[in-house]
């Protein structure tokens, strides 16, 4: 017995220097397979946005290295300059974001280096942005997923080059997960409530439940979007990290604006300007996600001219469409009380219904002696979506109230795992506006979650499958808890989703009030960039020269379960289709 145990702590200790070795051998190797990436204080600025751009010129800019900057810069690397402006740093050498196990621990750093920006929409919820290369699959939950081929039709790709988009990806950062039994008891519970087929193990959105991929690995390392910059061609590739952009330049000289360059800040504050290239095709490109690309537009002087000159922004193209139908997928969850740790999982196993909800899954995010004290995991205070009230309204008394409910907790609340449902397609919208010219500062966004009545009576029907897959005979045989009624797992689920909303009494007798009270995000925002209205079918700014949008910011829907798979093809995509347009078969990809 000794010896086991003597083993036990061998080995333990191996595995603990393996990942000791992982971190850091990607912290000190990432400048030796990225020697493209450099800190913004590196960079020597032209002397002006001259009109010919000069040799320091580039043939695209691209504001944001995230999801989709990253495998639109390394496409367009391969025959072309690019310039990547990042404002954050690296992922590679960040524990909180290399590991699922610290999944909640960089969503829960507020620091003003952290990858995770925290802002909270005028709704009172708590969202968050990237602030990292490699963007949101720096911050996520992890889960893959492919839009649904109507998705791909209405708006108006090549589904052959998709086809081909999305194994450029996958075969470079996309895992099939290890299912954990708590995943496993999950999808025996979708299919015995009849979501099904069951669709076993594919990237494909398609109804029933199904097993989707992972951007974590078999080590529970993360695996992100800046990955993809190793397919780029690192002599036509200059990536800047913690460089934030101020605004984009126009040349308005002619009939139309022309971009001409950015101004960024780098990590010390001093002011830069990058060119472009003197070349008709050359393009200032956003891809900045659906709150910071029209937050840029609006600082650049592109956007409603009301809201422009109230800050005395300079306006350089009137659009009152910038900003505009902005949409979050609500998300609630179901409390599963559990009577024994269970493993850390997030997005595993999916249920895409037919009534426009899917349901998903995690679980064992709660307390430890390692992790911040007192946390929920994704339904947390700490990781920021808890708050559905707006912040005036957090009086001393509410936070009060907060910290002794959250100190009453049950213990089993730190033990379980929640069943999260989402609203497919919200009809709900809202808007984003400026508070004031400061990049760095979020502007005010609203969603309007459950303005209109579809979306809360999807958000009810989502509510009573979740309880019903709780109840059902294969979860309650994994738990080993007694069957609970609705309201019991309601007033559990209000009691273990904390926050600052003062509670009604019918929470969980009204399953209306109660989507309303616990509704939190899964950070699938978007809109805000239109097509049609903002941009073209091609991404190009309406009305302005070589300004192009390649983001969230332009869809209408979030595709998939998760959106990340199809932003991360959109990147790629949106590349060879602009490397193709340009030079035609001499593009080569």
Known sequence: MASLGALKVFLGFLLWLSTLSLSQGIKYLYPYR??????????????????????????????????????????????????????????????????????????????????SQAFVSTDGVINARARVLGGGTCINAGFYTRANPEFIERVGWDAKLVNESYPWVEKQIVHRPNLAEWQAAFREGLLEVGVSPYNGFTYDHIYGTKIGGTIFDRFGRRHTAAELLAYANPKKLTVLIYATVQKVVFDTRGKKPKAVGVIFKDENGKSHRAVLSDNKRSEVILSSGAIGTPHMLMLSGVGPKVELEKLNISVVLDNEFVGKGMADNPMNSVFVPFNRPVQQTLIQTVGITKMGVYIEASSGFGQSQDSIQCHHGILSAEIGQLSTIPPKQRSQEAIEAYTKRKRELPHEAFKGGFILEKIATPISTGQLNLVNTNVDDNPSVTFNYFSHPHDLQRCVDGIRMAAKIIQSDHFTNYTKFDKQTVEQLLNMSVKANINFIPKHTNDTKSLEQFCKDTVITIWHYHGGCHVGKVVDADHKVLGIQRLRIVDGSTFNESPGTNPQGTVLMMGRYMGVKILRERLGKPANV
């Open 34 to 115: 990225y020697p493209f990436i450099k800190r913004a204080s590196s960079f020597s600025s032209p002397a002006s946005f001259s009109a010919n751009g000069g040799e320091n010129a580039y043939d695209y800019i691209l504001v944001g290295g995230g999801t989709a900057g990253c495998p639109l810069a390394a496409t367009l690397s391969q025959n072309f300059s690019v310039l990547l402006l990042e404002r954050g740093g690296v992922p590679f050498s960040n524990a909180n974001v290399s590991f699922l196990s610290n999944f909640h621990i960089a969503l829960a750093d507020t620091s003003p280096s952290s990858a």
